[in-house]
Nanobody, 126 residues
Framework: QVQLVESGGGLVQAGGSLTVSCAAS????????MGWFRQAPGKDREFVAA????????SYIESVKGRFTISRDNAKNTVYLQMNSLKPEDTAVYYC???????????????????WGQGTQVTVSS
């Protein structure tokens, strides 16, 4: 199995920056694409960004393009989400997911991911 642990969430003012991390452990050789999702109270889990196993391809939801950057360090089994120019509407619990089959695909639906972390809260104050 694969275990994912997110960290780095917190409270930040609008316009500020924050980086959340997701460290994988266990059978990490199973991991291909990794993605970040977020879920605000009363809303469905929403795709934010994804990155292929080799880091050559990325995908973002339209509302974060130009503000968020996803990256990964396979030597550390860690994926990052750098968030700049944060807005109150970015407030949510951020989850990372790992897909074991989509080598060069970037799934945007939660059901395509096999493993999930417990989430980290990001709160952006206005």
């Amino acid at each position: 199995q694969v275990q994912l642990v997110e960290s780095g969430g917190g409270l930040v003012q609008a316009g500020g920056s924050l980086t959340v991390s997701c460290a994988a452990s266990g059978r990490t050789f199973l991991i291909a694409t990794m993605g970040w999702f977020r879920q605000a109270p009363g809303k469905d889990r929403e795709f934010v960004a994804a990155i292929t196993w080799d880091g050559t391809k990325t995908s973002y939801i339209e509302s974060v393009k130009g503000r968020f950057t996803i990256s990964r360090d396979n030597a550390k089994n860690t994926v990052y989400l750098q968030m700049n120019s944060l807005k109150p509407e970015d407030t949510a619990v951020y989850y990372c997911g790992a897909d074991r089959s989509s080598t060069y695909l970037l799934p945007t639906t939660p059901g395509r991911y096999n493993y999930w972390g417990q989430g980290t809260q990001v709160t952006v104050s206005s």
